[in-house]
């Protein structure tokens, strides 16, 4: 019987500050970072797991990594599989640990790492692309995956048991469509704050070329500079003539969108840099470029915030969305209970893995409200194509509202990286190999491990980023 003997944890650090990939109002500097774990064991099984961070920080969510991992040494393999839910539930369990939380900060997204290992090893071990696990468990075997404590006054076992049963009519059918046609995404590459108005212009026909249809910019320094952005991306994607060669999107994916002429979306995302009333205030001036929501527009855990700023903006058709850093499903619980929010945000890497997402897919269909994951950063993209699938072909049988953001950096750092095709939907992961498709090139390891790889340790990158 195959037991876990070991890990690996590397700090992941890649130079995206010298780019302005990845810069927003209130992240000007971002070199996007992951805490990886390797789990080992003594026979052919491992997993890979990460977490993502920003930079600087990333060598103290290593430090709790090794905590968490350090819990699962010596334990046997097929005890785990057979109950991720108590696998998981035991991960959380270390009271020393969890009184630096409790569930939420540093402790929380380093657990995310060692879960998500975990459930690659799993995915890996059964030869499936983790969302085909998923979607071959039963409603049952989902269930007892899934973390329900602290929100069972949202939704019990029993309720999402009859939720998950409902939905098994039509799992084949959709499974078919999402292979052929691929999952519908939104680009955020358009619309870094870090970029030039001649790079913005460039990347939207860009994407335009590659067959989206939803954009995002990023905004919430100053209105009139964003007044001008937003005013120069809607000039292309409402042009008839820039979107001629594109794909003429179904009209039942741009119902409440505020899709302009030729059935292009633009959304806008503030990184909570506002408070409550600055949000609306601002938000109102924007408000005649017709952006489907408005994308953390305070502080991530300020629920009775967003309820608000979602009440004053409805009239100006403009939607409330986040959860990129809701710290657990106790802050969804309480964004889906107040009406708080249009659009959930899951994050792959945020919450503590896959148990708790399931937590979040569940509550967010019984609601109703449409999940789009936050991806991006290095290796989300690669997880949360996954995460997509587990809940349309599993929970909620939803795909016409939904897009799974999608931002062209650093994939090819990846064994298994994500694609997307023609008409900018991702691909499905087919791989038996890949699991939860996280798995990073030696060589991008031997590179931007930080402090000591090639690039890191180069008088080059010490002077480049101060490091002298």
């Given at each position: 019987?195959?037991?876990?003997t070991?890990?690996?944890v590397?700090?992941?650090?890649f130079p ?9 109002a ?10 990886y774990?390797?789990l080992?064991?003594?026979g052919?099984d491992?997993?890979y797991?990460?977490?993502f ?7 103290i ?8 991992a350090?819990r ?18 035991y991960?959380l ?5 969890r ?7 540093v402790?929380?997204i ?7 290992a ?10 499936k692309?983790?969302?085909?696990l ?13 973390a329900?404590r ?11 048991l009859e939720?998950?049963?409902s ?11 999402v292979?052929?046609?691929g999952?519908?995404s ?11 108005d ?9 994407a ?16 009139k ?6 005013k120069?991306v ?11 060669a ?8 741009l ?10 979306v ?13 949000a ?12 489907w ?25 403009v939607?409330?969305a986040?959860?990129e850093?809701?710290?657990?499903r106790?802050v ?8 708080a929010i ?5 994050d792959?890497?945020?919450?503590a ?11 967010a269909a019984?609601?109703?409200?449409p999940?789009?994951?936050?991806a ?18 599993c929970?909620s ?10 931002v062209?950096h ?9 694609s ?7 691909n ?8 939860y498709?996280?798995s ?6 031997d ?9 890191w ?5 010490k ?6």
């Amino acid at each position: 019987m195959t037991t876990i003997t070991g890990f690996k944890v590397e700090d992941l650090r890649f130079p995206t500050s010298l780019t302005g990939d990845g810069t927003d109002a209130m992240n000007q500097e971002c070199d996007y970072s992951a805490a990886y774990v390797t789990l080992l064991t003594d026979g052919k099984d491992l997993g890979y797991g990460m977490t993502f961070t920003i930079g600087r920080g990333n060598d103290i969510v290593c430090t709790a990594v090794t905590k968490v991992a350090e819990r699962l040494v010596g334990k046997k393999t097929a005890d785990l599989f057979a109950d991720m839910g108590a696998a998981w539930s035991y991960l959380l369990a270390d009271p020393q640990l969890r009184w630096i939380g409790p569930e939420k900060g540093v402790i929380h997204i380093a657990t995310a790492a060692v879960v998500n290992a975990l459930w690659d090893m799993f995915a890996r071990h059964e030869k499936k692309p983790l969302w085909q696990l998923i979607y071959d468990f039963t409603p049952e075997e989902f269930v007892k995956a899934t973390a329900f404590r602290y929100i069972t006054d949202a939704i019990t076992p029993a309720e999402a048991l009859e939720l998950l049963k409902s939905k098994q009519a039509g799992k084949a059918e959709r499974l078919e469509k999402v292979m052929k046609e691929g999952f519908p995404s939104y680009t955020t590459s358009v619309g870094w704050f870090g970029y030039s108005d001649e790079k913005v212009a460039r990347l939207t026909r860009e994407a335009i070329a590659g067959g989206f249809n939803h954009f995002k910019v990023k905004v919430g320094a100053d209105v009139k500079d964003d007044a001008r952005r937003l005013k120069l991306v809607r000039s292309i994607i409402d042009d008839p003539k820039e979107c001629a060669a594109r794909k003429t999107p179904r009209p039942e994916t741009l119902v409440g969108k505020n899709a302009g002429p030729t059935g292009s979306v633009l959304m806008i995302d503030a990184n909570q840099v506002w408070d409550v009333d600055q949000a609306v205030a601002y938000v109102a001036e924007l408000a005649e470029f017709k952006p489907w929501f408005i994308e953390e527009p305070t502080a991530p855990d300020d629920i009775l915030g967003h309820a608000s700023i979602r009440k004053q903006l409805k009239p100006h058709g403009v939607g409330v969305a986040t959860g990129e850093h809701a710290h657990n499903r106790m802050v969804f619980k309480q964004l889906l209970q107040a009406n708080a929010i249009d659009v959930c945000q899951i994050d792959s890497c945020r919450l503590a893995g896959v148990n708790e997402i399931f937590a979040v897919l569940l509550m967010a269909a019984k609601f109703g409200v449409p999940v789009c994951p936050h991806a991006g950063g290095v290796g989300l993209c690669e997880y949360v194509i996954h995460l997509s699938l587990i809940d349309y072909l599993c929970v909620s049988g939803s795909i016409d509202v939904n897009v799974l953001e999608y931002v062209d950096h650093l994939h090819e750092n990846f064994d298994y990286p994500c694609s997307i095709n023609e008409s900018g939907h991702y691909n499905v992961p087919t791989n038996p190999d890949e699991g939860y498709s996280i798995s990073i090139k030696q060589s991008s390891k031997d590179t931007f491990v930080f402090p000591h790889g090639s690039y890191w340790s180069s008088p080059e990158a010490k002077k480049a980023h101060k490091l002298e």
